[in-house]
């Protein structure tokens, strides 16, 4: 069951582990992965929600805002908007036991999906893989 969420906190608080400091000739990524630890989850761009999910990182927390954010703009996409397709790819490509963990979000996740149009191939593909990997009766 994914856990409540409040947008005020950061993943630092909700988890309640204070990560140390990166060393200083760590990666980019790396660094930026600690600071976005640190924001209010509220506070984070869908492709700040997408850098920290790809790397699995907060993911009980972050996978219910990226569902929410994904299943409010699909409506927008199917009519022809803009549709961030990095969160998407993000949140799709998560391993089947990350959905296992989270039917729920998983069911959200495929209603939302399903309307989507016009995505492009290689996006079109990863999305075909998570529907194709969730367990019967998603």
């Known amino acids: 069951m994914p856990q409540p969420v409040d947008p005020t906190q950061s993943l630092e608080q909700l988890e309640g582990q204070r990560w140390p400091d990166p060393p200083q000739d760590t990666t980019s990524l790396v660094k930026a992965v600690h600071e976005l630890r640190r924001r209010p989850v509220g506070d984070l761009r869908p ?23 994904l299943r409010d703009t699909a409506p927008a996409q199917a009519a022809g908007r803009w549709y ?31 309307t989507l149009v016009g995505l492009s191939r290689y996006v079109r593909d990863e999305v075909d893989a998570f529907l194709s990997s969730l367990p019967e009766g998603c």
């Open 47 to 69: 492709d700040e929600l997408a850098r920290l999910i790809t790397q699995d990182v907060g993911l009980p927390w972050l996978l219910p805002l990226a569902v929410r954010i």
């Open 84 to 114: 961030d397709d990095d969160l998407l790819y993000a949140v799709v490509t998560r391993r089947p036991r990350v959905w296992e963990q989270f039917p729920g979000l998983a069911r959200e996740l495929k209603t939302a999906v399903e």
